[in-house]
């Protein structure tokens, strides 16, 4: 069945430092690829999405692009904040699955002043 | 255009006893998602109600269960609560095409079972 596999954490970074958390996924079609970001309370915000292969998607200075040769989606972002300190999860939807998705295990992410 | 709403956003239920939870979606999506977020499990896909109709379910005890009016307002119910019950319950909602291309995700109720 389809499946999402995530870098473990938690992951600590400085302030400016580049980041880099790799996803990768198994799925029987086509699938939508999806980051979500969870702060601490709070439920699941889209963060950036690519719903086809070579895509980009983009938002906030995060970016991720669908590669469907390695059939992965990582997310980075050139230079991280404090307020970027969170859990991220790599997360997809297969064609005919409906609004079903499907999560990594997420990513915590720490960035320290 | 107002979010996705859950009520309520916390509950503490004994063991043995019953729970159910709202999920409000956006305006014009039909589809809802509901989701059990735990430290060990993660997130966990529970049923999707599509106009009505259960679409798609995961892999949880007939315990759970939910249904969706025709204003696409959705509720879930847990009857018999045991302590493993104690999760983060997330909704989404989506306009509903054979593959999600965006959804949007409620606050959460978190549930405690004691």
């Known amino acids: 069945g389809d499946s999402v596999t995530q870098m473990e954490g938690p992951v600590t970074l400085s302030e400016e430092a580049f980041l880099t958390i790799n996803c990768t996924y198994t799925?029987?079609?086509?699938?939508?690829l999806f980051w979500y970001v969870q702060y601490p309370g709070e439920g699941l915000q889209l963060l950036l999405k690519a719903t086809k292969a070579d895509d980009k998607g983009s938002n906030k200075g995060f970016e991720a692009t669908y590669r469907k040769e390695t059939t992965s989606f990582h997310l980075e972002k050139g230079s991280v904040q404090v307020s970027d300190s969170a859990v991220y999860f790599c997360a997809l939807s297969d064609y005919n699955q409906g609004g079903k998705l499907i999560f990594g295990q997420g990513t915590e992410l720490s960035v320290k002043p | 255009k107002a979010g996705v709403t859950q009520t309520p956003r916390y509950l503490i239920k004994t063991r043995g006893q019953q729970v159910t939870l709202s999920c409000s979606p956006i305006?014009?999506?039909?589809?809802v998602s509901w989701y059990q977020q735990t430290p060990g499990q993660g997130l966990q896909f529970l049923f999707e109600?599509?106009?009505?109709?259960?679409?798609n379910k995961g892999n949880f005890p007939g315990r759970f269960s939910g249904r969706q009016f025709s204003n696409s307002r959705s509720e879930m119910n847990v009857s018999t609560l045991e302590l493993g019950d104690s999760a983060l319950y997330l909704c989404?909602?989506?306009?509903?095409?054979?593959?999600?291309?965006?959804?949007?995700f409620g606050q959460g109720t978190r549930l405690t079972v004691v």
């Open positions: 799925a029987t079609g086509y699938p939508s």
């Open positions: 109600y599509f106009s009505e109709t259960q679409r």
């Open positions: 305006s014009g999506h039909r589809s």
């Open positions: 989404a909602s989506s306009t509903g095409g054979a593959r999600t291309t965006e959804a949007f």
